[in-house]
């Protein structure tokens, strides 16, 4: 199956801990994107990978930190979470140049 | 900066009944527009994309034209079902920029009840 995988599907934890999310796709695509989706359902970009190389890296605090082995995984580690990163975080992909992005299903993070 | 604004919802419609969703932009570049859809308890999905301007794009039932005077993008639809009922975006691509970034906005919330 093609596609963007994402785990855990829920991640309930404490402020102050670390936390790690993975993605990876299967669909060839050589971009990969975090987004942050809030409450509201707005989402927001956190960053963007072509290539394992770092391309946009928006206004995100410092405690979260992308992570590239290869083009097709990209993970995501929040050192320290804060009640506000209390969100569904989602992973997508496309290939560079074309502007479509394939999304996988996201992560809810519940920080108590 | 781009920037997209769209319906705000929540929207609440009755099966058989058309949908419009607004959607306007602001960009200096040239942008593809785009539509997506988020089921409940998915992420995004493509509904459909138009690269050029005074085109249409359409999937499903659901069609959107580029209309760069008046830079808009509507999303219409003639008749909703309930399995319409999700959250709908408007985004629009960077294409001048080189990291084909998406702006997407808030996003408008459709319930459609039989």
């Known amino acids: 199956e093609t596609a963007v995988f994402q785990t855990p599907n829920y991640h309930v934890t404490q402020v102050g801990n670390e936390v790690s999310f993975n993605c990876k796709q299967t669909?060839?695509?050589?971009?990969m994107y975090w987004y942050k989706q809030d409450s509201k359902k707005l989402l927001k970009i956190m960053f963007s990978y072509n290539n394992k190389q770092l391309i946009v890296n928006e206004t995100v605090p410092r405690r979260f930190s992308p992570q590239s082995s290869d083009k097709a995984h990209l993970n995501l580690r929040i050192k320290s979470v804060e009640p506000e990163d209390s969100a569904v975080y989602l992973c997508a992909s496309s290939t560079w140049g074309l502007y479509e992005q394939y999304f996988g299903p996201g992560t809810r993070l519940t920080v108590l | 900066g781009d920037s997209v604004t769209q319906t705000e919802g929540p929207v609440t419609l009755s099966e058989g009944t058309s949908l419009t969703v607004n959607c306007s932009y602001e960009t200096k570049q040239y942008p593809t527009l785009f539509w997506y859809v988020q089921y409940p308890g998915e992420g995004p999905q493509l509904l459909f994309k138009v690269p050029k301007a005074n085109e249409k794009g359409s999937n499903r039932g659901f069609e959107a034209t580029y209309n760069k005077e008046a830079t808009s993008f509507h999303l219409q639809k003639a008749s909703v079902q309930e399995s319409d009922s999700a959250v709908y975006y408007c985004?629009?691509?960077?294409?001048?920029?080189?990291?084909?970034?998406?702006?997407f906005g808030k996003g408008t919330k459709l319930s459609v009840k039989s």
């Open positions: 985004a629009l691509s960077d294409s001048g920029g080189s990291n084909a970034k998406l702006t």
């Open positions: 669909l060839g695509h050589d971009t």
